[in-house]
């Protein structure tokens, strides 16, 4: 352990002291300040309070405004209405030739060419990240591009190490069409299309469209690059109408198709026979027919499109033991949420009367028989639960055999 000298204390001692004075007397002003800053503030507050106890309240508002207040005092009205939430705005619609624009993705085979220089000339197969290899750059990413837009890119990439090359991009093989069919068909769910498919294909996947189907604006869905989204409206049925080729929208990968339904009000222009007996509706509907001679409700399928003399060759009722002037057709409407009946009268039917031979849809059910017609009568008018879905309109007429 090192020794100090003696002499070497002596000489800084005196310097030792006038610091530690000086640190205690900084310490002691500092505390004393506080405190007669703090007494002051007190002193100011009590009197503040005092005045205002002993001002009258017609006054007291003056005081209290001349308070200090550290924040500031912001207007609340309670009966004041909340504002409602911003509503997220729909996909902005895109001119059809910028809609058409096919855009790469995993899968999708292009050939590379670059002018003068072979060895930089490649085919590639996009991954499924995205990504390509090419010569000299690496990975790169081209999935959500268009054609010509990975070509800019390529040869932006490439002119680091070339000068100005002339690069040339073609697809040379598409990836399917992986799509989601949603709204008013047949069967809803998610299909794989062959490349380049159109529209009309996706409706026919699907089963077609139901008869509450509005065709006049199909609507197709599709994500871009960077993450948003676009869709474009299509008209199938002003062209069905005016016999006119349908347009000729292909459908991409990811993308989704939305049929719109039949609005309250808007059938007037609307003919939804000329769209079943299309391709575009279903192909096939059901009838159920509920006779008096087996007491159970039997199926007929029929092609769509088919009208009140199509089901009544399908059924082909003995005319001696069946009233065919008198014939219930009984069908559900959506919009009015319950069974309606309208009776039809078969001879006249027979005869001619093209107001007796009304066009049929999808689960119409014919009852047959003048004992099921009353009992169906008393059945419909003594209900009490009201039927909000077809499935609860099939099973009223189960139980009404039993």
Do not use: C
């Amino acid at each position: 352990m090192p020794k100090y000298r003696p002499y070497q204390l002596h000489r800084f001692s005196p310097l030792s002291f006038v610091s530690l004075y000086a640190k205690n007397s900084t310490i002691y002003g500092t505390v004393l300040l506080w405190t007669a800053l703090a007494v002051s503030a007190n002193a100011t507050v009590s009197q503040s309070f005092a005045d205002v106890a002993a001002t009258p309240l017609s006054q007291s508002s003056d005081i209290w405004a001349q308070l200090p207040s550290a924040i500031p005092s912001v207007p609340f009205d309670p009966v004041a209405p909340l504002q409602p939430p911003v509503e997220s705005s729909p996909p902005p619609s895109v001119p059809p030739t910028e809609f058409n624009r096919y855009r790469l993705g995993s899968g999708d085979s292009i050939a590379v060419s670059v002018q003068n220089f072979p060895n930089l000339s490649f085919q590639a197969t996009i991954n499924t990240d995205g990504n390509i290899l090419v010569p000299l750059v690496g990975t790169l990413r081209v999935a959500g591009l268009t054609v010509e837009q990975a070509q800019d890119l390529i040869r932006a990439r490439l002119n680091r190490y070339v000068i100005e090359p002339e690069v040339a991009v073609v697809l040379q093989a598409q990836r399917p069409a992986n799509i989601t069919v949603i709204g008013e068909v047949v069967r809803p769910g998610y299909y794989a299309l062959n490349p380049n498919s159109q529209l009309i294909a996706a409706l026919q996947v699907a089963g077609g469209s139901s008869n509450v189907a509005d065709l006049r604006s199909v609507v197709v869905r599709r994500s871009i690059n960077n993450n948003s989204t676009i869709e474009q409206k299509v008209d199938l049925f002003t062209p069905l109408q005016n016999g006119q080729a349908l347009p000729d929208l292909r459908l991409q990968d990811g993308d989704v198709v939305l049929v719109q339904r039949l609005d309250v009000g808007s059938e007037q222009n609307y003919d939804r026979q000329l769209v079943s007996r299309s391709g575009l509706a279903q192909q096939q509907i059901t009838i159920r027919v509920l006779s008096y001679a087996n007491q159970r409700i039997g199926t007929i399928a029929l092609p769509n499109g088919s009208s009140f003399l199509d089901a009544l060759a399908a059924i082909a009722p003995n005319p001696d033991a069946t009233n065919l002037g008198k014939i219930a057709l009984v069908r559900f409407d959506p919009e009015r949420g319950k069974a309606v009946t309208q009776m039809l009268d078969g001879k006249r039917a027979l005869m001619g009367d093209l107001a007796q031979n009304v066009p049929l849809q999808n689960n119409d059910v014919f009852v047959v028989g003048r004992t099921l017609i009353a009992k169906l009568e008393y059945a419909l008018s003594t209900i009490t639960r009201p039927i909000n879905s077809t499935l609860q309109f099939l099973f009223f007429f189960d139980r009404l055999t039993r």
